[in-house]
């Protein structure tokens, strides 16, 4: 019997969600799919990459900034999966600081 969490496209191949709906899903063999579900253990040469979490710096930059705002605001040791998501992480301590209310802003990240 198949796991609940494994779905079929009309291509034959298996997908699902191991790392999370807001990662790409794997795609393959039943077996590829079980393997990154933990199921089974992983074949020879997975064709699956490893969504690991990577230490980022984000820099905020305004339209109209302060005097001490003239070269951003760095936010420094942001982890996250990728650039975005780090983004959206340093968006939502940006407003909770009060930074960004009622302010235009551009959000950069880079890789630490």
Known sequence: MMDA???????GKFYAF???YHAEPVIGTLEEVEAA?????????PTQKCDAYK??????KFEHPAWDEAGGIEYTG???RSKSEANKIVRR???????????RA????TEA
């Open 37 to 45: 579900l933990g199921l089974r253990v992983a074949p020879v040469a």
């Open 55 to 60: 230490p980022f710096n984000v820099l905020v």
């Open 18 to 20: 191991a790392n999370g």
């Open 93 to 103: 301590l940006a407003h909770d600081d009060g930074h960004t209310v009622g302010r």
């Open 78 to 80: 942001i982890t996250a």
């Open 106 to 109: 551009w959000f950069t990240a």
């Open 5 to 11: 969490r494994i779905g079929v496209l009309n291509s």
